[in-house]
Structures are given as C-alpha cells and as structure tokens.
C-alpha cells in the first residue's frame, strides 16, 4: 500500500529540527530526573542494589507510560479538526487521496516525535539493568506497552478528531476516552471484584486496558500471564486499529455540514451552537462592548464560556450534596463531610484554575491564528487597551463564578469542624484540639490567597503564551505547565539544597507545620509574583511585534531560549578567545 502523504510528511519531519529537539529535551529531562530520584528520593550510596533498581524502574516506567498517554491523545486531537475549520481538507480529496492516506499522513506527522522519543528513553529504562533487579525482558516489555499506548491513544486522537470540528471539544473528548479505557475498567474492575463477580468478566474488563498490560510488564511471566500480556497487546492494538478505519471512513464523510442532517446530529449541532453562543456585534450589548475597548468585545462574545463554568461548580457541588446527604444517614456525619468536601474543594479550584488559563491562553491564540487580533491592532488600541480589555473580559467571565467557588470553600471550612475535632481526638489531647481549627483555617486562606495569585498569574502567562505560540492548543498547553506545574517541581529541587545549609538543618529534623506553610506558600507566592512580572513585561514589550510576526519562526518559547543561552556562550568564548589572542 502507497501513502504519498505519510511519505512525504516524514520525509520533512525527519530532517526538521523540531524532532530532534523533542528527542534531546526528552532525553535530558529522563536524565536528570533519574539522577535526582536516585540520589534524593532512593538515597543511592554508589552500591548497585536489587531494591533501588526495583523501585527506580518502576518510577521510570509509569511516568513514560502517564507522558505517552496524554502525549499522544493531545499530539493528533486537533491533527484534522484543523483542517476542517482552515477548509483545507476538501481540497485534499478533490486529489485521489482516499481518508486512510489522510489519517496515516496525519498519525505519522503528528507522533514521529513521541515515538523517536520514546526509542530515546531505553538506553534510560536500561539504567536499572545496571542497578540490579530488573531483567532486560522486563525492559522489552515495558517499551513494547509504552509505544503501544502511545499508539492507541494517537489513535484515539484521531477518530475523535475525523468527526469534531472544536480543538477543546476533541481533545476534551479524547482524554475522556482515554480516562475510560485506563481509570475507568481499573475501577470497574475493583468494584466486580470486590462484589464476586466473574473472574472472565474481570479479564475480559482488563485486557483492553494498557494499565494491565503495564502491570504484566514487571517481574518474570511464566504460565498463564504470558498468554494474558500476549493477549493484552493484541486486544490494545486491534483497537487501535479499529479507530484508525473507523476515522479513514470517517474523514471524508464529516469535512463539510451536509443539509439532511439525523435527529442525533441535529442535536449535536444544536448543542454546539449554544456553547457557542455569542453576543452580536450589532445589538445594544454587543455597541457598548465595542465602543467601551474592542478587544473586550472580542474575549466576551462568547457567552457559552461562562455558561460551562457555572454548569461545572453547579455539578460538583451538587454531587458533593448528595454524597453528604446518603452517606451521612449510616455514617458519622462528621466524616462523611470532611472526607467529601475535602476533594471537592481541591476540585472546585483546581478545575476553575484550569478554565482560566485555558480561556486566557486560547482567546488571545484564535484571535491571532484568524488575523482579527492584528485587525484590531491596526487601529489606534494599543497593547496596555488590550491588555485592560482581557481583563475586563475576565471579570465579567469569572468575577462571579471565582467568588462562588471562595465562599463555597468558605462554607466546607464550617462544614468540616466536627470533623477537625474529630482528628483533634484522635492524634492529640483536649488542650490542642483547637489547633485542628486553626490550622485548618490558616490553610483556607492560603487557598484562598492563591486562587487569586493563580487566577492571575495564569491570565498574564495565557495572554503571553496566546501571542507567542502558534496554535491555541500550545498557548494552553504551555500556560498549563508554567503555571500548575512548574511551581511544584520547584519543591522536590530546592528541599535537598536547603536541607544542606547548617542553619536549616534542625528545622528539617523537627519540621514545624508554621514553619512548613510559610516555606510552600512563601515559593508558590515567589513563583506566581515572578511569573506575572515576567509576563507582564514581555507582553508590553514585545507584544505589538509578536502579533505582526504571526506565522514565523520567532513563535518557538523554550527553543528560541536555549538558542539566546547558545549564542551568548559562542559570543563568550569568542571574547576568551581574542583575549588570549591579545
């Protein structure tokens, strides 16, 4: 079989820059993690141990195996989606191409990089070869289902996006499938089990399941498990397959909007043109938008945005009630209400968290992706205008709902005291038990304080990431792992380097809880304080010149600043060199 396009694509990949970066940024990051987990977390003294080539290589392999998971449902989500909204896809098929060249071409452009770096990562895996405890067939093994989640879930990527038009409704959708087919048959799995159900059912729940097959990869097979992990694959791959045929049939027949339309994909449309739901430019709203900042208008037109965030809390606050309220009548109510509004905060905030950046980030991208963002620009609004009506954008989009999700934490905080003197009681004597509350309240507002800082932060990192990246999905994408990321790796890096200042030291033997939350909010708050501030000063800086260079080269972050880092050490060592010289 012939696929000009999958040639063609690869052919340009192979000798792109692009991918070998990935495979180098890739390699360097496995290294020094695997150097910081040995000699921080594992405590490695030199000496090759059975255990600590156990333990390290499991860490290696379930991180790769998370990375190739999410990697490749997000590299091929948007791969033909984009196509249909840039109305380049019906001039692929006005060629003979059929929709199988067009998805091989697409799997092959999009993953090229995640597999070369997934090939770079085994001289890495075999590391723990050298440690002692892992044999190389558990290494084979573990490769074998790294690439193949790899490919199944790129696979997924691509069926969900043969027949959606959004970027967020595909990758949204796409994760989801993937959530189902690694969190969703583990759990099920548990709950027949823990139930007695069948055994076959079990195993037949499981071997779709690339967590199984992960979990087969480790130690020696022998009997039976061979027959499972051998199954395993099979079963992941033919799937893989199917998604692929099913988006070949697919593809030529979803690229454009047919007028006979079914009752399931009128619904479809209809609910997508609610989401969609904007204010016209015309209209008395849509007049005072425009006259007050036209920029404003252009991040608030959408009303579907701010519809999804309140149908986002009214969800988890209505599933934390019913969960209060049923296990509340044969339990202890006190626990019942500190188990659940625990997680349900951590939700509440970390999902509005991700819907601020996500929004920041992708306005600004799509608006400078269609060109209205350098139309605007050429009128006399100025970067400081825009930047204001971003703002004020944000306020009327997540003013409110950021104050609900506050005195919604507000109200768990009350809800939650018997349960705070319940763990007094438990741990420590009736004197301290009033220390449960304070603490716990002291955590509040720091959760509280950070919402904001967050909120914030990721509204000046989207807005920078909106100008510089070159689709919507990078600016999110980027925002994401600077913001909600990034801060936290700061942690496991700074701790073994204080821990060696002798001033230090005691307060690390005996680690008070003031001293510990005074440490983490002081670096959380340093990180989202320079964030901003670097933020802030690129976009006034350098924005007008990023928008007006929309489709180079120069819209490359991280590559663009390990070539400053380059040429400042070649101009460096020119200086040492005429020195000498001299």
Not at 50 to 55: A, F, M, S, W
Not at 435 to 457: I, M, P, S
Request: proline content about 4%; overall charge positive; glycine content about 10%.
């Amino acid at each position: 079989m012939n696929f000009p396009v999958a040639v063609r694509e690869l052919r340009v990949r192979a000798a792109g820059r692009r991918t070998y970066r990935l495979r180098v940024y890739l390699s360097l990051i496995a290294i020094v993690s695997t150097i910081w987990t040995l000699y921080n977390l594992l405590q490695f003294s030199g000496h090759p141990s059975n255990q600590i080539g156990q333990e390290l290589f499991a860490m290696q392999v379930w991180s790769a195996f998370v990375l190739a998971a999410l990697a490749g449902v997000s590299a091929t989500a948007d791969s033909i989606s984009h196509e249909k909204r840039a109305g380049t896809l019906g001039l692929l098929f006005l060629t003979h191409l059929k929709g199988r060249d067009i998805v091989i071409g697409k799997l092959a452009v999009h993953t090229i990089g995640c597999f070369s770096g997934g090939l770079a990562l085994l001289p890495i895996l075999s590391l723990s070869l050298l440690l002692g405890g892992v044999q190389f067939g558990e290494c084979a093994r573990a490769l074998v289902v790294i690439l193949e989640t790899l490919f199944f879930t790129a696979a997924i990527g691509l069926f969900v996006s043969s027949f959606c038009r959004t970027q967020q409704y595909a990758q949204g959708l796409g994760i989801l499938i993937v959530l189902f087919f690694t969190g969703g048959l583990t759990g099920t799995v548990q709950l027949l089990r823990y139930y007695g159900a069948s055994p076959d059912l079990c195993l037949a729940l499981e071997l779709p399941n690339p967590v199984f097959a992960q979990t087969l990869a480790f130690g020696s097979l022998a009997g039976s498990q061979k027959t499972y992990f051998a199954l395993s694959c099979a079963v992941i791959f033919g799937l893989g397959v199917a998604c692929l045929g099913a988006a070949s049939l697919l593809t030529p027949r979803c690229w454009q909007d047919k007028a006979g339309q079914s009752p399931g994909e009128s619904l479809r449309m209809r609910l997508a043109t609610w989401k969609t739901a904007h204010i016209q430019t015309r209209s008395q709203m849509g007049a005072i938008f425009l006259d007050r900042n036209p920029f404003l208008w252009l991040v608030s037109f959408q009303t579907g945005v701010r519809t999804s965030v309140w149908l986002y809390i009214m969800l988890v606050t209505g599933i934390a009630a019913f969960l209060i309220l049923d296990f509340s009548r044969h339990n202890d109510p006190a626990a019942v209400r500190i188990g659940v509004c625990l997680p349900v905060a951590y939700l509440l905030n970390i999902g509005l968290k991700v819907r601020i950046g996500g929004w920041a980030s992708y306005r600004l991208a799509e608006a400078r992706e269609n060109g209205a963002l350098e139309l605007i620009l050429s009128t006399p609004v100025r970067i400081p205008d825009l930047v204001a009506g971003h703002f004020i954008g944000f306020r009327k989009v997540f003013g409110w709902p950021t104050l609900t999700v506050m005195s919604l934490l507000v109200l768990g905080y009350i809800l939650s005291l018997p349960g705070f003197d319940r763990l007094a009681a438990l741990f420590n004597s009736d004197p301290e038990s009033s220390l449960y509350r304070w603490r716990a309240l002291l955590l509040l507002g720091c959760t509280l304080v950070f919402l904001v800082l967050d909120a914030l932060a990721l509204t000046w990192c989207g807005m920078w990431f909106g100008l510089k990246s070159k689709n919507p999905g990078q600016a999110r994408s980027f925002t994401m792992i600077l913001c909600l990321v990034c801060p936290l790796l700061l942690y496991p890096f700074l701790l073994p380097i204080l821990d060696q200042v002798p001033a230090l030291k005691p307060y690390f033997k005996q680690p008070d809880f003031y001293i510990a939350t005074a440490f983490f909010a002081g670096v959380a708050g340093l990180a989202d304080l320079g964030i901003i501030y670097w933020a802030r000063r690129q976009i006034l800086l350098h924005g007008r010149e990023l928008v007006q260079a929309a489709g180079d080269d120069s819209d490359r972050f991280f590559p663009n600043s390990l070539q400053n880092i380059k040429n400042g050490a070649i101009a460096l060592m020119g200086r040492l060199r005429g020195g000498r010289q001299a």
